[in-house]
């Protein structure tokens, strides 16, 4: 069963930092990118970032350059999201998902919630 | 750089059919065959339901299409049924390499 599994997520301080991880299973996880996207409570949802296949190139939404990181690890099918400098307004369930044809997202994970609060 | 334009909400009777738009611009929508469409039930992850603009993945009810015509997409949904009822995004790439858009959400009513 092709399946990806998010962990990390928690309470954070405002400026503090979290590392969200994301287990892929199921299908060959090095032959495709990756997107981390967010939804805040009660809001859409919002693309995040991105990665290749190979961890070469990694994409960011303006609001979140410089203080989140994607990475990969293929040897362990693992996606990963750093985020630091963290702000009231990255509360938000963080999803990941596997990219298809055309930058379609056929498989997400349950999410983890990320909440930002003093 | 802001979402893409969707109605906040649409609604219609078991049996009805819904379309549901996605307007952008030249610089997303516009700029290829490239927008998706996802179903999201509260609490629940999203799933994809159209890719580039009217492919179904398998196992996707055929009663969901899509469409494009210059920078709108639409989704419809025909012979509407209960289970229809959650939140529709649509999902394009712009020309700005490193940036994606989804859609404001749409929430889909089944009265």
């Known amino acids: 069963e092709v399946q990806l599994v998010e962990s990390g997520g928690g309470l954070a301080l405002p400026g503090g930092s979290l590392r969200l991880s994301c287990a892929a299973s199921?299908?060959?996880?090095?032959?495709?990118?990756m997107t981390w996207v967010r939804q805040a409570p009660g809001m859409g949802l919002e693309w995040v970032a991105n990665i290749n296949k190979d961890g070469s190139e990694k994409n960011y939404l303006d609001s979140v350059k410089g203080r989140f990181a994607i990475s990969r690890d293929n040897a362990k099918n693992s996606l990963y999201l750093q985020l630091n400098s963290l702000r009231a307004e990255d509360t938000a369930v963080y999803y990941c998902?596997?990219?298809?044809?055309?930058?379609?997202?056929?498989?997400w994970g349950q999410g983890t919630t990320v909440t930002v609060t003093s | 750089q802001s979402a893409l334009t969707q109605p906040a909400s649409v609604s219609g009777s078991p049996g009805q059919s819904i379309t549901i738009s996605c307007t952008g611009t030249s610089s997303d929508v516009g700029l290829c065959n490239c927008v998706s469409w996802y179903q999201q039930y509260p609490g629940k992850a999203p799933k994809l339901i159209i890719y580039e603009v009217t492919n179904r993945p398998s196992g996707v009810s055929n009663r969901f299409s899509g469409s494009k015509s210059g920078n709108t997409a639409s989704l419809t949904i025909s012979g509407l049924q209960a289970e229809d009822e959650a939140d529709y995004y649509c999902?394009?790439?712009?020309?700005?390499?490193?940036?994606?858009?989804f859609g404001e959400g749409t929430r889909l009513t089944v009265l």
């Open positions: 999902f394009s790439p712009t020309s700005k390499i490193s940036l994606r858009l």
């Open positions: 199921g299908f060959i996880f090095g032959r495709d990118w």
């Open positions: 998902a596997r990219d298809g044809f055309s930058y379609a997202m056929n498989v």
